[in-house]
């Protein structure tokens, strides 16, 4: 196999998590190449497959793709026909928006609830919930969810299972770690996420890690 995904841990690397979950869960084979976050050797061996120094990066033969969102684009047309996105091209373009949203924003929640698939801390996430970024950010990813929900009639975002929720997977995640309280519909929406056969492989594999990383 010469395509590979280089990923860091499967518990704390929510970047990876998004191309690994769009990429196994429509069927695109890879060898998965894991590098252990937070080690003194760690931006060196990164360096060795992905010019950015950072995790996911695929490399694909000659081609190496280093960003997660562009992973998936490259996956979606390389090795899918586009079936990541949409087949309308106006619910397209929204899939599109909401997806950069998540990639480019939420940096309240990315820093203050970061993803830890092994641990349970509502006490922290009711705390950190009272700050006014972290409670935006949570507050504007709920009215996301519901208007993707209530535009494609679920049972995914859009309907079928996109890149757009590859890219809030890792939310989900996070929600449930922080003990993030979610509307009925929404609190759907995120069982089905965590029950989709290869979201349960990679928590089954972040569970089974030793690492731990201080943050």
Known sequence: MNRILVI?????????LRPW??????GVAFDELRIVLDQPSTKAEILRRSPS???????????????????CETANERYLAGALWPTDADARAHARAVSAEMH??????????????RSSRPDQGASTAQRADVAADIVRI???????????GGPLLYGRFSIADAFFAPVVTRF?????????????????????PAMRQW?????????VIEY
């Not at 490399?59 to 793709?65: E, K, N, P, R, T």
């Not at 449930?176 to 989709?196: N, Q």
């Not at 928590?203 to 690492?211: D, G, H, P």
């Open 53 to 71: 120094g950072k995790v996911p990066c695929l490399i694909d033969g000659s081609l190496v793709v280093w960003d997660s969102l562009a992973i």
């Open 176 to 196: 449930r770690t922080y003990g993030v309280s979610l509307p009925t519909a929404l609190s759907a929406y995120a069982d089905r996420i965590l029950a989709l």
């Open 104 to 117: 480019s924003g939420f940096a309240a929640l990315r820093t203050h609830m970061p993803m830890d698939i």
């Open 21 to 26: 979950l769009a990429l196994r869960h429509a």
């Open 142 to 152: 709920q009215a996301l969810w519901t208007d993707c929900l209530e535009r494609s």
């Open 8 to 16: 860091g841990n499967k518990n704390y690397s929510s970047w990876s």
């Open 203 to 211: 928590v089954e594999a972040a569970r089974a890690e030793s690492e």
